[in-house]
């Protein structure tokens, strides 16, 4: 069976810097109808829970800290019994949000280091660590599949937003050309948030 690709919008807060934002996240789940690897965890852990469906959760793999990204993982995490990778990069970003309230002592359970790999319904994916959008901003790349999941690393129309607490531009273009650009050119990137591209579409945007 070829694993598939799923998709749940989750709406919520992203808050950084004393700023609030509405936003919808993409979250990625990719397995077949046994198992399941799911990327990113946002807002509320519900709605993730009813699309894995019962199925056993082989990995909860984190693209960053920001909160829109993580808010829901330990809820998930023991709603599911599944370990959350993280790049420890971000660590700062993980404290603001589980330093304190319901979760003060919560932390990840694994490193996501780069190159980490993950095997899921018969397929891998390849941890590219890609930071700029933050420290520890990652893609995962699903070669068999021909697909990255870049998080808010690049999107539609070019790279995720710099210019806030712990991103920085530059790091962020040399991450895209470094890592992604690399990568065939049909490859389909499905991304934190809205629209999927290819990479080559976003060719001419990565400046």
């Given at each position: 069976?070829?694993?598939?690709?799923?998709?749940?919008?989750?709406?919520?807060?992203?808050?950084?810097?004393?700023?609030?934002?509405?936003?919808?996240?993409?979250?990625?789940?990719?397995?077949?109808?046994?198992?399941?690897?799911?990327?990113?965890?946002?807002?509320?852990?519900?709605?993730?829970?009813?699309?894995?469906?019962?199925?056993?959760?082989?990995?909860?793999?984190?693209?960053?800290?920001?909160?829109?990204?993580?808010t829901?993982?330990?809820?998930?995490?023991?709603?599911?019994?599944?370990?959350?990778?993280?790049?420890?990069?971000d660590?700062?970003?993980?404290?603001?949000?589980?330093?304190?309230?319901?979760?003060?002592?919560?932390?990840?359970?694994?490193?996501?280091?780069?190159?980490?790999?993950?095997?899921?319904?018969?397929?891998?994916?390849?941890?590219?660590?890609t930071?700029?959008?933050?420290?520890?901003?990652?893609?995962?790349?699903?070669?068999?599949?021909?697909?990255?999941?870049?998080?808010?690393?690049?999107?539609?129309?070019?790279?995720?937003?710099?210019?806030?607490?712990?991103?920085?531009?530059?790091?962020?273009?040399?991450?895209?050309?470094?890592?992604?650009?690399?990568?065939?050119?049909?490859?389909?990137?499905?991304?934190?948030?809205?629209?999927?591209?290819?990479?080559?579409?976003?060719v001419?945007?990565?400046?």
């Open positions: 069976m070829t694993p598939r690709i799923e998709k749940v919008v989750i709406s919520g807060v992203f808050s950084l810097d004393g700023q609030d934002f509405d936003v919808d996240n993409n979250v990625w789940l990719v397995g077949d109808d046994d198992e399941v690897l799911v990327i990113d965890a946002p807002h509320d852990a519900a709605p993730i829970v009813e699309a894995v469906a019962g199925r056993r959760v082989r990995a909860i793999v984190l693209t960053h800290g920001h909160n829109d990204h993580i829901a993982a330990v809820a998930l995490r023991d709603a599911v019994d599944a370990p959350i990778w993280f790049q420890p990069a660590r700062m970003l993980w404290d603001q949000v589980y330093g304190g309230g319901v979760h003060p002592d919560a932390s990840p359970d694994r490193e996501l280091a780069d190159h980490t790999r993950f095997r899921v319904a018969g397929t891998s994916l390849e941890a590219l660590h930071p700029g959008h933050s420290p520890g901003s990652t893609c995962l790349h699903a070669a068999d599949l021909r697909t990255v999941f870049t998080g808010d690393t690049l999107f539609s129309g070019g790279p995720g937003a710099t210019g806030r607490s712990y991103s920085d531009k530059p790091t962020i273009i040399t991450s895209i050309n470094a890592r992604l650009m690399s990568l065939h050119g049909d490859t389909v990137v499905r991304t934190g948030h809205g629209d999927d591209t290819t990479i080559n579409a976003e001419g945007h990565v400046h």
